[in-house]
């Protein structure tokens, strides 16, 4: 299946879920409570989504000046850009995805397996040099281990070496 029918579909199912959702919650704690209930929601998510920010932002720069590869943090970013997305979007089960994204044991646990269904069906390989790199012909061509010799030349040794 190629990108565009699936994106088109989860525009098109995802407002009819939560618009179901909409009617099933309105007509069990009434539309006001209901208005209420999606903006608390936003106003929590928000703020959570503040805190997780700001921490790995820390983390990120603590990794850069250590000069380690940040690779999961910016994954961790992602997670919490698309969360927060998510949780201003109005709606229940766009706010449930999207506190998955911010509650740290989750989105790790969301990153991992998305990265190694990704890694399974071929979206990417790990390079332990390189990070995560996108699978295509020029990065197979890059990875490819050139064997040879050298020496090391001092100006002490004889210099026919």
Known sequence: ??????????????????????????????????????????????????AQGLQTMARLQQQAAQGQLPADTLFEGAALLLGGALLLTPGFMTDSIGFLCLIPVTRKSLIQGLLRYCMKNGSFQVNSAAGYAAKNEQSRRDNDVLEGEFRVKDEDKDPRL
């Open 1 to 50: 299946m190629t990108k565009f029918p699936l994106v088109t579909t989860l525009f098109i199912v995802v407002p009819l879920i939560e618009i179901y959702l909409f009617t099933v919650v309105g007509a069990a704690v009434g539309g006001l409570s209901t208005v209420v209930l999606v903006i608390l929601t936003a106003m929590i998510g928000v703020s959570l989504l503040r």
